[in-house]
């Protein structure tokens, strides 16, 4: 696991640098003289290029050495952040962003496909968890950290904390991390099979709807809570939130490890999920119980990648960084569906609380869907043994 923990760092570091630029959005505005809706471009640009360059260049560097591949990404993406700390106008900072995207798209999916190779089979797991929970973990610090920092010295300040952190995963991969064999890459139609495997699609389509609903409402928890509770500041809610995301991506390996079977746990994630966001309106005003539907959010939201990547893998053991990367990919797709189904209902003049139904609407059909992949795999295994 010791290895695992050196991927871990640079997961933080991605984790760090995605979130952090939202909290500092104000301070960037002033620096370039832009409005918060022009600079929240960086965060929708990175968001961007993650999401495209993950199933690319998983595709276009299988075979590759793995070592090699994270050391050069993780250099990309802490150059790109020292360039994000040095832009001198608007336009470097939109393309530094980008290119972070890019760096972050893709050591993400291989930091994770690569994690399991480092581990007994009987701890791919734990493994899975522990580098996803280097990714909650920065998210969990990341804001507070930088906001902390920004406001004793300045916003370019904490992006080098970024560019730090990602100088140390650099060196713990090129002095500490082994070699490790590599398997020929897929032909082309092997990788696009891949694609058009029906189990595949089932699975990154929960995925899809699973992520606009939970990260599609998170976008828009300030005007939530302000209208059904009239609350002002969301710090707590939001550090709830942050605090289960790191919970549940931390102990998920256990549990797949220990039940040995992703998709009934997975099938458990979604309806328990589905009942914290549902809950949200109802125990809002109840003291004491009020922060709990957001921390079991947190967990379950969080929770949902492992198991999803467990299975992916399982489908695709050739191709499993290619697996990984799409999952990872789509779930940035989703979230980024979600918040912008999310703004236009808000602009059609609906009340925020329609947006507690439309995730609820999107968690049911991503349960459907799950229940549909575990039937399809029922009569499989039925016909197998006929």
Known sequence: MKKVIILAIGMFALGFDAYVIAGLIPDISHTFQRGPAQ???????????????????????????????????????????????????????????????????????????????????EQKGRALSLTIGGMSMGTVLGVPIGLYIANVLNWQAAMWVVVGISIIAACCIWILLPQVPISPPPAWKERLAMFIDKRVTITVSITLFASMASLGLYTYLAPLLGEIADVQDITLYLWAWGLGGLVGSLSIGYFIDYYKKSKPLMLLILFTLTLAIISIPIVINLPFITYVPFFIWGVMGWASQAPQQHILIGYQPKQSSAAVALNSSINYLGSAIGATLGGVIIATGAKTITLIYFAFAMMLISIMLQLLSMKKDFIGLKKKNT
């Open 39 to 121: 600079v929240g471009q960086g965060v929708s640009v990175f968001t961007l290029f993650y999401a495209l360059s993950a199933p690319f260049f998983a595709s276009l560097l299988a075979g590759k050495p793995i070592k090699k591949v994270l050391l050069i990404s993780i250099i990309i993406f802490g150059v790109a952040n020292g360039l994000t700390a040095l832009a001198p106008n608007f336009t470097i900072f939109i393309l530094s962003r980008a290119i972070a995207g890019v760096g972050a798209g893709l050591f993400s999916p291989l930091a994770v496909a690569g994690s399991t190779l480092f581990v007994l089979p």
